[in-house]
């Protein structure tokens, strides 16, 4: 199947700098490996190749390098980090994270984050030892904070494993298409989007990291898409009918602060008449039209109002937009060195859920990515001039677009915040019988406060979010409701058939319904983390995934490595 990629269509003039690739060798496992050229292009070998940068690729990259592996980790733009970075989106998480319910190395990545600002930030006294500084002090997060700290973190901690020639890093580069030989993957062969190069990855390993599961109909692999029929599944919430084109909406992320007595209107957008007064249309009402300060509450679908103030004032009644993903609070810093907030907008006015992105052709793929972007711009220029102000105004002209937040001449995310990709048919399939609280609940015989999730015995790792899916490409308006603490199956990250080939992002076994708590920042980390580990053990083996799985002794074994790594595989819940 045809490589799908919007990023391509725009590389040629986007001014991104592609890392000089350096060839990777451990000394000891590869010392036989050598880099060739063919007539199809260079080639390069590794243990393992990790198709995708975002926050799933740099886990198992990361998981990998700890273990021994040498590593080729490709991305197509030139920031890695995916969500936490390129998406600009600060990290969605639980209330115990900073005790338990993810990985060390996930925990130790927020601690540098919080670093990071104290060494080269003026924080005010009382936030300077503070290990919960929460830089933006926004609503939704408890370390929101600007896209490129992620970055510079991540970079560091990949910067010892590059100088020692462990890990290749190939930026600004795409995936075109794989060589498959029964059932496994031989190699990948990718492109650099400024250069033209085209590089050959060989490995005995592959992760597929992409944000929409690209690698899985290249290699093969067997997938699905969409939403699931009742009958299929039998979860309390899914759908009567399948619609494989049923994905939840994407979002075009922005940054942008507030300058009073200052005018930074953009110009008005091709779309913004068509987006100022369009109301969704979908299977339960949405409360109005898009581009006002309403929504549908997501748990009752009835109007749930919002507020916007710049200024950053809480508002009694309603949640003030500004501060539910800001980034800075000028508040934390020292007087005078910030004129104002700096946020990030990912609100429900700019979820894009015109059409669906998933297997559809470049051309479908670029006009939504597109429209995205138009829808996002719209909400900026409506709450520049047309918002409503609490003095009876309309609009916010100081509001000005932070292009350097996001390291883009449109000020636009550099990616889509992509919710809900191509999905493994994998050994074992998550449902809402594992997680859902009411399901629980009643499979158990309890309370839903009594209830607990699904134990899997081949757990390998934690994570929690309630199930929360965006309105939705098929016409579903918000699905969320409560989910419970839950674990990892390693069953869920191994296909059905193909042997050396693994989901790191959001391509893993679960339904439309459970993805909706299993796409998070820190669930992705630890999805990542544990493969990055389990290609090693699997190496030390020689054996198949599908064979070590029936393994009960052997998945023991596995989870021995990962606990003894910082990787929490059951939730203490006495501690809870």
């Known amino acids: 199947m045809k490589r799908r990629n919007f990023l391509a269509n725009v590389a040629a003039g986007s001014g991104l700098v592609v890392l000089n690739p350096i060839y990777a060798s451990n000394g000891k496992k590869n010392t036989e490996k050598v880099n060739s050229i063919n007539k199809e292009g260079k080639i390069l070998n590794a243990d393992l190749v990790i198709i995708g940068g975002g926050t799933g690729g740099c886990a198992t990259a990361l998981g990998a390098l700890r273990n021994g592996l040498t590593v080729i980790m490709t991305e197509e733009t030139d920031w890695i980090g995916g969500q936490l970075t390129q998406q600009g989106v600060p990290p969605d998480e639980h209330k115990w994270i900073n005790d338990f319910g993810a990985t060390a190395l996930y925990r130790e990545f927020r601690k540098k984050v919080r670093t990071y600002y104290r060494d080269n930030y003026p924080l005010k006294a009382e936030f300077a030892e503070n290990e919960r500084f929460n830089p933006g002090n926004a609503s939704v997060s408890e370390i929101s904070h600007e896209p490129k700290v992620s970055l510079r973190v991540l970079e560091t901690m990949f910067d010892p494993y590059i100088s020692a020639g462990k890990l290749v890093l190939l930026k600004e580069t795409v995936a075109l298409k794989a060589s498959v030989l029964g059932n496994k993957v031989q190699s990948v062969s990718v492109k650099t989007l400024s250069s033209g190069e ?129 980034i800075l ?37 670029k006009h939504h990515i597109n429209r995205a972007k138009q829808l996002s711009l719209s909400l900026l220029y409506w709450l520049q001039t047309e918002a409503p102000r609490s003095d009876g105004g309309k609009g916010w002209p100081g509001i000005r677009l932070r292009h350097d937040v996001m390291g883009t001449n449109d000020g636009l995310a550099k990616y889509p915040y992509i919710r809900e990709a191509r999905r493994i048919k994998p050994l074992f399939r ?104 389990f290609v090693p053990f699997l190496m030390g083996t020689g054996r198949s995934p599908q064979e070590v799985y029936k393994d009960a002794a052997a998945v023991r074994k596995f989870q021995s490595l990962i606990r003894s790594q910082g990787v929490d595989t059951h939730w203490p819940y006495e501690k809870m």
Not at 257 to 263: F, L, S, T
Request: glycine residues 8%; hydrophobic residues 35%.
């Open 198 to 326: 085209i590089w050959n990855l060989v490995a005995p390993y592959f992760a597929d990291a992409t944000e929409l599961g690209d690698l899985l109909p290249m290699t093969g692999t067997e997938y699905v898409c969409g939403a699931e029929a009742k009958s299929d599944t039998g979860e309390l919430h899914a759908a009567e009918i399948a619609d494989p084109t049923n994905n939840q909406a994407f979002t075009v992320c922005f940054a942008m602060d507030y300058r009073p007595n200052e005018d930074w209107t953009i110009n008005k957008p091709e779309e913004y008449m068509f987006w100022r007064d369009f109301t969704p249309e979908m299977k339960t009402p949405w409360a109005g039209k898009l581009l006002e300060l309403n929504y549908s509450n997501p748990r009752t679908l009835l109007p749930k109002n919002l507020g916007f103030d710049p200024r950053g004032n809480h508002m009694k009644e309603v949640l003030n937009l500004w501060i539910y993903r800001r």
């Open 329 to 365: 609070a000028k508040d934390n810093f020292e007087d005078g060195f910030l004129s104002g907030d700096i946020t990030l907008v990912n609100y429900p006015q700019n979820d894009y859920f015109l059409g669906n992105i998933v297997d559809v052709s470049d051309n479908e793929l």
């Open 430 to 533: 998550i449902t809402e019988h594992h997680v859902g609280a009411t399901q629980r609940a009643t499979i158990q015989g309890v309370s839903e406060a009594e209830a607990r999730a699904k134990n899997f015995e081949d757990s390998v790792g934690l994570g929690y979010y309630h199930i929360d899916l965006h309105p939705s490409s098929g016409g579903d308006n918000y699905i969320d409701f409560s989910s419970l603490p839950f674990q990892i199956p390693l069953g869920a990250l191994i296909p059905e058939r193909m042997e050396n080939i693994f989901p790191v992002n959001k391509n893993i076994g679960t339904t439309h319904l459970t993805n909706g708590c299993y796409r998070l920042h820190p669930v992705e980390w630890s999805i990542g983390e544990a493969i990055g580990m």
